[in-house]
């Protein structure tokens, strides 16, 4: 999971550069919920590309590349709306605890609350998320340590009074996702910058709830990117040639961008690389028997 940094000024001011209407019928929309009226339940969807842009055409939470075009990846990807707008339920449920095999010492949220009908129409309630995440995974959760504020208006007063678990990654007002989850080899895990509570425990959750170490395409696809970064290190380590060089840590920043998918595990990787070597070096051993045996999973 990787941060979208982006004021909410600016953030607004893309929304009106994709469709100028949109936030004066948004504001429209809220103020009709605000009297119990009939509302537009698909307008969020106008606004779809802007975070597919803004998120480099990945998951927001999966870091799977969806795509940016919209004539052809405007299907992929749903709105999600980080908070819901339907109701909250408590998590996790018996079933997601075995389907996500999540640590019995894992929090949890027993919260049960209507939805955050007043952010329904909020730009900072939204993400561009894969299906997995957003309808099989998300649904009507949303786990949070102090009760659920619904009749919020604004996410970020209600990031520090609510307290959630999960982790929002646009904007500049919740904590930095890569300082909060970072990577040993393929696996997430709780960053250095998030061993205090509650960021650790967020981190814990945030994994877990997505799935995030569990999912057979994020680790193969991570595998194989990280695969690639190995190699070019190993090359780098070979050469003393200072174009070669040059080459090499040039592809590797590529491969690293925040426009690549799974980035966050390759940065760790790297950094991994560059101050523990002989650590990357067995790491890397593990993931191409893990690209191995991928087959025969
Ligand atoms: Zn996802």
């Avoid at 709105?79 to 408590?90: S, T, Y």
């Avoid at 509570?197 to 595998?223: E, K």
């Avoid at 070979?238 to 090499?248: H, K, M, R």
Wanted: charged share 25%; net charge positive; with cysteine.
């Amino acid at each position: 999971m990787i941060g979208y940094p982006i004021t909410p000024k600016a953030l607004r001011a893309q929304i009106k550069a994709h469709d100028s209407k949109w936030l004066t019928k948004a504001a429209a929309e809220t103020k009709k919920l605000k009297h119990g009226q009939k509302v537009d339940k698909s307008m969020w969807s106008d606004v779809k590309p802007v975070y597919m842009k803004l998120q480099h055409g990945k998951c927001a939470f999966c870091e799977t590349l969806l795509g940016k075009q919209i004539d052809f990846d405007l299907i992929k990807q749903d709105v999600e709306h980080f908070r819901p707008k339907n109701g909250v339920d408590p998590w996790p449920t018996e079933k997601l605890r075995n389907k996500l095999k999540l640590p019995t010492d894992l929090p949890q949220s027993t919260h049960t609350a209507k939805g955050y009908t007043f952010l329904a129409y909020h730009e900072l309630n939204y993400a561009s998320s894969c299906k997995t995440c957003n309808s099989t995974l998300k649904s009507n959760y949303f786990p949070t340590i102090k009760k659920p504020v619904t009749a919020g208006k604004n996410p970020v007063t209600l990031t520090k009074s609510e307290q959630p678990y999960l982790i929002y990654p646009i904007g500049d007002f919740d904590v930095v996702p890569e300082k909060t989850i970072t990577f040993l080899g393929l696996l997430p895990v709780p960053a250095n910058g998030a061993t205090q509570q509650p960021d650790h425990d967020r981190a814990r959750v945030t994994i877990a709830f997505f799935g995030l170490s569990i999912r057979d395409d994020l680790m193969y696809g991570r595998a194989l990117l990280l695969d690639q970064v190995g190699d070019k290190f190993k090359l780098l380590a070979a050469t003393n040639v200072p174009t070669e060089q040059a080459d090499l840590n040039k592809e590797i920043d590529i491969l690293c961008s925040p426009a690549t998918p799974y980035s966050s595990c390759l940065n760790a990787f790297v950094l991994l690389w560059r101050n523990k070597p002989d650590k990357a070096r067995e790491m890397l051993k593990i993931v191409k028997a893990y690209l191995a045996g991928f087959g025969e999973k």
